[in-house]
């Protein structure tokens, strides 16, 4: 079996050919401290900045960030065996450090800051004409280039955390969980002590907040350029 | 106050149906009048990004489309940026110039190790 065609690309750097006879859970029995130990190397080198800055956007603080980041490869190397190899490597431990990122938000449980009231009390001005369509000079614009040509250039990306960051705190980590973690609505509402209208308020807001920054940083200047 | 009807001029409107004859525009009225407005539509859409909207609704939009590509592009961003959010994660190296310090890496490799023994 071609594990590297399944996107399984942690073979990489274990050099006993036997283990390429069998499953992956099979592999993890038969697995050394030397294999283990290079493949977790490598995973710190071909993984680690990706998953430092993606902890950092989240958490905002480096050392708490750097925990994060040591928590997911512990376990990684503990769950190793529940890897199937259907998704990339990347996209496993992606999906382990949201996970703890879910962790840490759930221990902080904070009340909600002035920042968050003042973003409810924007009620996106001008763009809907008194009777609550929409003013046709301020509605969405078409995306031009197409959103999937441009989604590949890192200048998408960081304009995609560019506006992120302008948002509160609070609204950015109810999107984040949301949008990026996959966290049901219940439990987003339960970690960061709001209601689920709230919820509902905040996710409509920072959509509409987030949708407009990517127009007005991304879409259109790319479209004049 | 007297009702403001939708869409008063057709000029530079692109959507489906924008008065552009008598039709268009009794129709238009109508639809106006039986779908949500789009301020409350754009709630509406968001609230079917986390959960699925019911059937009735899921028709009032498809018919409030026909009047307003706006609602619909609405629609279709948002859905882009359900997607791309979900895929930001491993293209966070990409987003941000942070740097993961040698020595840290060094700690967690140290770190693995041990938990490997």
Not at chain 2, 21 to 36: A, C, M, S, Y
Not at chain 2, 40 to 62: A, C, G, N
Not at chain 2, 69 to 90: D, G, M, S, V
Request: with cysteine; charged share 30%; proline share 5%.
């Amino acid at each position: 079996m071609n594990f590297r065609a399944r996107g399984c690309n942690v073979y990489e750097g274990i050099s006993d050919v036997s283990i390429w006879k069998h499953k992956p859970a099979d592999e993890l029995r038969i697995m050394t401290k030397s294999t283990i130990q290079s493949a977790a190397e490598r995973w710190v080198d071909d993984h680690g900045e990706c998953l430092y800055r993606f902890a950092l956007i989240r958490v905002r603080k480096p050392e708490v960030a750097e925990d994060l980041v040591q928590e997911t490869f512990l376990a990684a190397v503990r769950g190793y065996e529940k890897f199937s190899g259907r998704s990339s490597e990347r996209t496993w431990l992606c999906g382990i450090l949201k996970h703890k990122i879910v962790d840490y938000f759930r221990k902080l449980r904070r009340e909600p800051s002035f920042t968050d009231l003042e973003f409810f009390s924007d009620e996106c001005l001008g763009k809907f004409v008194s009777i609550g369509f929409w003013n046709h000079e301020k509605g969405p614009k078409e995306w031009k280039p197409e959103p999937d040509e441009v989604m590949h250039r890192a200048e998408f990306w960081q304009t995609m955390r560019d506006c992120l960051s302008k948002l509160p705190q609070k609204v950015r980590d109810v999107f984040t969980m949301r949008e990026m973690d996959d966290v049901p609505s219940k439990e987003i509402c339960a970690i960061l002590s709001i209601s689920d209208s709230n919820l509902r308020v905040m996710l409509h807001r920072v959509r509409m907040a987030l949708r407009e920054c990517l127009e007005m940083n991304w879409f259109e200047t790319i479209g004049k350029s | 106050m007297p009702e403001e009807s939708y869409n008063p001029s057709p000029i530079g409107n692109p959507s489906v149906l924008a008065r552009r004859n008598w039709l268009q525009t009794k129709l238009v009225i109508f639809i106006g009048k039986h779908t949500p407005k789009c301020r409350e539509m754009v709630r509406i859409l968001s609230q079917s990004m986390d959960e699925p909207m019911p059937l009735m609704m899921r028709i009032k939009k498809r018919i409030h489309f026909l009047i307003c590509c706006w609602c619909q592009r609405y629609e279709e961003q948002l859905r882009y940026i359900h997607e791309t959010a979900r895929q930001f994660p491993e293209h966070a190296d990409e987003a941000s110039s942070a740097i993961f310090h040698s020595d840290t890496k060094e700690r967690i490799k140290r770190k693995l190790v041990e938990q490997a023994g």
